[in-house]
């Protein structure tokens, strides 16, 4: 089976309208496949066509706070109309609208007028979140790639960076976990955090309800695989595996091209499918 369950749209920081990336799974011969955009379901408003050999998990990546982090984690097969995830969403959706004028602000003191605007523009009614600043950051030559606009100017630390008022993690995955939804901890080596803090977050996830852990995250090297497998193990998390697919031309991030989870994983889909 072909399986992703992490992918954006236009909803969020994705390149692809919903309707084109489930044509584009659906090309790629894709069997399940979860669209978890930032902090928002939108992509689930509008009725998406697609063949009945191609299942189609409602998903979203939450942001959250952790010990002074930003971490990720994915609801998979989440009822978007509980009241308590639809609250979460609309609160999240609000602290990045806050966060997007605070950003712009401190950019305006550097020197780059209206941004918040063209940003805006750019999101074009999607969730507004930093690759849209980036973005505009490229187009008026401040940076050569959206890559360096976050190295230089909107990572954390620089001097456009901004520090969101997330949920803590364990409401976020409540707000998952009450609607039905499987709490996925979404690329946990991507946080930049050392094997000890590493450990402590799976430790607080798993203390918290937290029920799976994302082994796979696009293309990403054996050694590190079998790493996540064996936290996974001794956890007893469930495995989840997805591409964080954005665009087209990001072969580290390619819908529908993750690798398979090692046998010995224990699928977050078995129920699903
Ligand atoms: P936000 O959730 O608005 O803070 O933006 C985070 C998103 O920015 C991630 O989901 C990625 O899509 C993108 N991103 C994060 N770091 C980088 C980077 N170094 N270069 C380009 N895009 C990035
Ligand atoms: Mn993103
Ligand atoms: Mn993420
Ligand atoms: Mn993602």
Redesign the pocket.
């Known amino acids: 089976m072909n399986i992703d369950l992490h992918s954006h749209t236009t909803a969020s ?1 994705g390149v692809l309208k919903p309707q084109e990336l489930v044509d584009l799974a659906s090309e790629r011969g894709i069997d399940l496949l979860a669209i978890t955009d ?1 902090d928002t379901m939108d992509a689930f408003d509008t009725e998406l066509v697609y063949p009945s050999n191609l299942q189609l998990i409602q998903g979203i990546e939450l ?1 959250c706070k952790w010990d002074g982090n930003t971490v990720h984690i994915l609801g998979l097969n989440v009822d978007r109309s509980h009241y308590s995830l639809k609250e979460g969403i609309r609160s999240q959706k609000q602290i990045r609208r806050e966060r997007a004028h605070k950003i712009a602000d401190k950019l305006n003191i550097l020197g780059f007028t209206n941004t918040l605007q063209a940003a805006l523009d750019l999101s074009d009614g999607g969730q507004i ?3 849209h600043f ?1 973005k505009h950051l490229v187009n008026i030559g401040a940076a050569r790639s ?2 360096q606009a ?2 230089k100017i909107l ?1 954390e630390g620089k001097s456009g960076y901004v520090r969101a008022d997330w949920a803590e993690l364990g409401v976020a995955i409540d707000w998952i976990e009450h609607s039905g939804g499987t709490s996925v901890l979404a690329h946990p080596t991507k946080y930049g955090l050392s094997k000890t803090k590493l450990l402590s977050l799976f430790r607080d996830f798993k203390n918290r309800g937290g029920k799976a852990i994302e082994v796979i995250s696009g293309h990403q090297l054996p050694d590190e695989t079998f790493r996540l497998v064996t936290l996974c193990d001794q956890f007893g998390f469930l495995s989840s595996c997805g591409s964080d697919f ?1 665009r087209l031309g990001e072969s580290w991030a390619a819908l529908g091209q993750v690798p398979k989870l090692p046998e010995q994983c224990r699928p977050v889909w078995t129920d699903w499918v």
């Open positions: 920081d930032h942001s979140g930093r690759p980036a959206e890559q976050f190295k990572g954005h």
